[in-house]
């Protein structure tokens, strides 16, 4: 056993990585396959067509297939071309026109504006002093007669006098901002021609003063965004104890960048986009109180932490210590980042995330530039316990940084997510649906709410596409000037790297949801696959599960001597059992 650890740890070791454009390429299979679904979804349905598009090709492009690529996207590409051009126009996504004359009427400002003739203006209807009166009496003997209508009113908000239409009154949408990664799928057709019908104003529910709540906003990108990182890294950590797996793809040992270096990265970006509410709850209180309630919520990922170290040690498992030091591991990093970003939360009142985040990783790479320091941290010289977990803790603030720019670009899609920044510049709108003169497309017209949801999108993915760029050209900028990519550092030029991987990813999978699938509501819910959904209900679950089967795999048998055959068939199996305890274990919230 001993002299198969050594070799285990010598089959990890010097790396030195591979090319950030085969690392895309490879990436980008998630991309054309969540495409490939999205076409496919409109003919078929069920877990079969979520796995065979969104999980095997990742599996293949990371193993057998990491040759042949451009072959491998091209399949999918051509197979999503076809289904396109071979589906019946009524399964296209429902594609809104916009009448001549509106661009000004739903313009953000009033000052803004507008080229065409002028919409004309809904004057409101005068009433005589007569006709007031005896609408008021008649209203009072209708509210004596039927004492509980308003309470009914709630759960089913149909006025009696079903033939007079509804105005809308302004609503003051909730404070508290809400991002719908993983909420359960409804319940789909058994006909994939038949689409349930959108709710109307009527059906929708309402406020104790009778107000219609607006719908939360679902975002199917970021859920296939979240879930494909997590099928990722749950297929690469035991992929890359076999042969089939690339080596370059692996964890490079100093310098260099390899698929699981951003890996690492990706999850704490994740992190730091799914943290964003709490930390916009959290800006609200007392920092005291916030500070506490961060490490408590803490405790139990860095409990996980001292578990796998004694697990690891207790059975002289095979480990790289050069990735986090002898005695650190992942699970700390992600237990003491969240803690440490609460502590920067007074900063955040003056500064953005992001300008944060630039500070911090500027700061670290000075420091790093001192003479002898890089030396230091690259070799094997452990004299005490801080210098035998030297990797992790240099590289906390690189993930801080990356998590910190997770927050950042987690806002604004929060504020997608409540349509806050929508329609509500306009006084003059606000009067006039307070007054009865104007309905609130929002709630009376399906067509104009997802006309609205695809300007967003679109707008929010432009965002997304800039910050890709401007990390990408930043990058460029750091290898021109001689700065190598460190995972084991976490240095300057990894989080440019992490940061515009992620950006980009964004970017596609919400241009997809844009181009391909159904923006109305009650229709957006069934971009994402019901499968990838089922991971992101209990992504730490999940994730502590792939751990538990790596290492019962890597226990069972020397995974670095099985032939190509043997891998593909443990590795499917794999993927296929812990995805499909992830199914079964949709309808529980497992917290950790």
């Known amino acids: 056993m001993v002299d198969y650890k050594s070799a285990k740890e010598a089959f990890h070791a010097d790396n030195p990585g591979s090319s950030v454009h085969y690392i895309n390429l490879i990436s980008i299979t998630a991309l054309t396959g969540y495409a490939l679904f999205a076409t496919a979804s409109r003919r078929t349905e069920g877990r079969l067509l979520d796995y065979g598009t969104t999980v095997l090709p990742l599996l293949l492009a990371m193993t057998i297939m990491s040759s042949h690529l451009i072959l491998l996207n091209g399949v999918l590409a051509i197979a999503t071309w076809v289904l396109s ?122 406020s104790r003063a009778g107000r219609p709540v607006r719908p939360r906003t679902h975002l199917p990108f970021l859920s296939v965004y979240r879930a494909h990182m997590m099928v990722m890294t749950i297929l690469a950590i035991l992929a890359v104890d076999f042969p089939v797996f690339p080596r370059v793809l692996g964890k490079t040992e100093d310098w260099g960048t390899g698929l699981m270096d951003v890996g690492v990265g990706s999850f704490v970006f994740s992190l730091g986009i799914v943290s964003s509410k709490a930390f916009s709850a959290f800006r609200r209180g007392k920092m005291l109180s916030t500070l506490l309630v961060s490490l408590r919520r803490a405790l139990p990922v860095l409990a996980l932490g001292f578990v796998r170290l004694l697990m690891v040690k207790g059975v002289e498992y095979p480990e790289h210590v050069t990735e986090y030091g002898v005695h650190w591991n992942f699970f700390f990093t992600l237990g003491f980042v969240p803690a440490l970003a609460t502590a920067l939360l007074p900063l955040r009142r003056e500064f953005k995330w992001g300008t944060i985040a630039v500070a911090i990783s500027a700061l670290q790479q000075l420091i790093l530039a001192m003479p002898g320091l890089t030396p230091f941290l690259l070799n094997n010289y452990r004299p005490n316990i801080i210098a035998a977990n030297k990797e992790g803790l240099v590289s906390l603030p690189g993930y801080l940084a990356i998590f910190l720019v997770g927050l950042g670009i987690g806002e604004h899609i929060l504020t997608l997510s409540t349509g806050r920044r929508r329609r509500r510049s306009s006084p003059r709108r606000r009067e006039a649906v307070t007054s009865g003169n104007e309905s609130d497309d929002e709630f009376s017209d399906p ?109 069972s048998m020397q995974t670095m001597f099985a032939p190509d055959w043997l891998a593909m068939g443990v590795l499917v199996t794999y993927s296929v059992a812990i995805l499909g305890i992830a199914w079964l274990l949709r309808g529980v919230r497992i917290k950790i």
């Open 85 to 206: 051009a071979t589906t019946p126009r009524a399964w296209y996504p429902h594609r809104v026109t916009k009448p001549r004359g509106r661009w000004l009427a739903e313009s953000d400002s009033e000052d803004e504006g507008g080229s065409g003739r002028r919409t004309p203006k809904r004057r409101p209807k005068v009433k005589l002093p007569s006709q007031v009166v005896a609408e008021a009496n008649a209203a009072e003997a209708e509210r004596r007669t039927s004492g509980s209508a308003s309470a009914s009113a709630l759960s089913s908000p149909v006025s009696p006098d079903e033939g007079r239409r509804r105005r809308v009154s302004p609503v003051p949408w909730a404070s508290g901002a809400v991002i719908d990664i993983g909420s359960p799928q409804p319940q789909r057709s058994s006909s994939p021609m038949k689409h349930d019908t959108p709710p109307t104003h009527a059906q929708l529910p309402h």
């Open 447 to 555: 067509d104009a709410a997802a006309e609205r949801a695809t300007r967003r999108r679109s707008e929010l993915a432009l965002e997304l596409a800039g910050y890709a760029a401007a990390s990408w050209i930043a990058l460029g900028a750091c290898s021109y000037l001689g700065w190598r990519v460190s995972r084991r550092l976490a240095n300057a030029p990894y989080v440019l790297w992490t940061v515009a991987y992620n950006a980009s990813y964004l970017a596609g999978y919400l241009f997809i949801e844009i181009w391909m699938c159904d923006p109305r509501p009650g229709h957006a819910e069934r971009a994402c696959p019901p499968l990838l959904d089922a991971v992101n209900a209990n992504g730490l679950a999940v994730f502590l599960l792939a751990n538990l089967g790596t290492g019962l795999v890597n226990i």
